[in-house]
């Protein structure tokens, strides 16, 4: 069965840097999200993304966050500057289409940890 | 303000028996759909089962079934015949609306221990 998958599985990176995280949504879907897990805590929504563009975001995804799909199978998150508070599972999902009761397709995780 | 609530931080069930996991939310739409998503030790996200708002029958996977009473916008989750591999966060999710795609809402997890 096709999967998503997300590239590194863990991301150690010093505070003030900035991180790409890397999903590989499956191939036939066209709605990609970004959601954020901090440790302990519930999943929270960043980002929604359909055709080559920002769909919806959330309070959280402010100017140091941004998204990219840059080839056609890649989707990627980037965060500037990194902070300590990023420290978080980092989620990306997908899905076929805009029926709503397609349920989202998850990929394991990048676990970001910041120094 | 359109939220998930899961009131049961951590439960645990012996093998084989029953449990029962709660989720209430709040929405202003009459037609929206429910999720429960497994998490286990590996941090996958596994979708169990799903329920449209617009249905008045529960939804059932397996050993995996809901008990959705929407006048009270209660969606909780029966585990039957528990197994050890169940052990895992479990959060409650939703669409608050039928008609947005984008913004699915999480509860904070129910944390569930099978002993066996």
């Known amino acids: 069965e096709p999967e998503v998958t997300q590239t590194p599985s863990h991301q150690v990176t010093q505070m003030g840097q900035e991180v790409i995280l890397r999903c590989v949504p499956i191939?036939?879907?066209?709605?990609f999200y970004w959601y954020r897990q901090i440790l302990g805590q519930k999943v929270e929504f960043l980002v929604s993304?359909?055709?080559?563009?920002?769909?919806?975001k959330s309070e959280i995804f402010d100017d140091q966050f941004s998204v990219e799909r840059p080839d056609g199978s890649n989707f990627t998150l980037k965060i500037r500057s990194t902070k300590l508070e990023d420290s978080a599972m980092y989620f990306c999902?997908?899905?076929?289409?805009?029926?709503?009761?397609?349920?989202?397709?998850f990929g394991d995780g990048t676990r970001l940890s910041i120094l | 303000a359109q939220t998930v609530t899961q009131s049961q931080p951590e439960m645990s069930v012996q093998e084989a028996e029953t449990v029962t996991l709660s989720c209430t939310y709040d929405?202003?739409?009459?037609?929206?759909?429910l999720f429960w998503y497994k998490q286990p030790p590996s941090r996958q996200m596994i979708l169990v089962i799903r329920?449209?708002?617009?249905?008045?029958q529960n939804a059932t996977e397996n050993r995996f079934s809901v008990n959705f009473q929407k006048a009270a916008k209660s969606f909780s989750l029966k585990i039957s015949d528990s197994q050890l591999g169940d052990t895992a966060m479990y959060f409650c999710?939703?669409?608050?609306?039928?008609?947005?795609?984008?913004?699915?809402?999480f509860g904070a997890g129910t944390r569930l221990t099978v002993k066996p």
């Open positions: 329920q449209e708002a617009y249905k008045q």
């Open positions: 999902a997908s899905k076929p289409g805009g029926l709503i009761e397609q349920p989202q397709h």
């Open positions: 999710a939703f669409f608050p609306s039928r008609y947005n795609n984008n913004d699915m809402r």
């Open positions: 993304f359909y055709n080559n563009e920002i769909s919806e």
């Open positions: 191939s036939n879907h066209l709605y």
């Open positions: 929405t202003s739409e009459s037609n929206y759909y």
